[in-house]
């Protein structure tokens, strides 16, 4: 199936999952996914990941992380869509819940937080924001 933003795509499931109180998710895989899921298990939001090798299309498997029936993740927002580019300089990125959660930023050197970005004094396209 193509879909014309995966990035939109890949926070649905995960929202969906989450609002059905699943244990874990599958999602086509993709590099942009994996490192998403990727600073998503960095940054403690999900439990981990594996990645199920088939004939046409991966699939990661992403196993979602509950603390008494409550999920790590209670929000996730698509910021930059692709009718409507988001991008910021260093100064400028958005700081999400007074820094409570966290931003994914597609910059120069790959995929990364915001409080990465501004370590690394980067900007570029935000992604998503995830609390």
Known sequence: MNTTDPIADYLTRLRNAIKAKHKRVDVPASNLKREIT???VEQKFIGGFSEIKDNKQSILRITLKYTDGVNAISGLKRVSKPGLRLYSSARELPR???SLGIAIISTSGGLMTDKQARMQNVGGEV???IW
């Open 38 to 40: 990727r600073i998503l």
């Open 96 to 98: 999400v819940l007074n």
């Open 127 to 129: 992604l998503c924001q």
